[in-house]
Every structure is written in structure tokens, then in C-alpha cells.
């Protein structure tokens, strides 16, 4: 990987990161906004794994 590039991979796991634990955390709709624009984002650099894996925190059902 470039510099670069893994840098920004790195970044973007660490948001991925801090959005599951806000979403552990009740913090529901920042979050998955938060996730949202991770998705975007990470879909747009080529990032597909980490895309899939923002999508499926964001979408996954809220625990009763």
C-alpha cells in the first residue's frame, strides 16, 4: 500500500471503529450518519470491505 492510502484506510477504521462504540452507546442517530458517510466514502476510494462493513453497522437492527 501507498502511504498514503494506508493512512487513510487506518482513518477510516478508526471511525468505523468509534461509530459501532457510539452505537453500543444508544448514540443511534450520530452515529449512523456518521456510518453513512463512512460508506460513501470508503466506497468512493475503492475501499469495499470497509463500505460493506459500514453498511452492515449501520443497518443492523437496534437491540430491544
Known amino acids: 500500500e501507498g ?3 494506508g493512512f ?3 482513518r477510516m477504521q478508526e471511525r468505523l471503529a468509534h461509530a459501532e462504540v457510539e452505537l ?3 448514540q ?3 452515529a449512523r450518519a ?3 458517510a463512512l ?3 470508503a466506497a468512493g476510494k475503492g475501499f469495499l470491505l470497509l ?3 459500514a453498511r452492515r ?3 443492523q437492527k437496534e437491540p430491544a
Open 3 to 5: 502511504g498514503d492510502a
Open 51 to 53: 463500505a460493506r462493513k
Open 34 to 36: 456518521r456510518l453513512a
Open 39 to 41: 460508506e460513501r466514502e
Open 28 to 30: 443511534h442517530e450520530g
Open 57 to 59: 453497522a449501520r443497518t
Open 8 to 10: 487513510v484506510r487506518v
Open 24 to 26: 453500543g452507546g444508544g
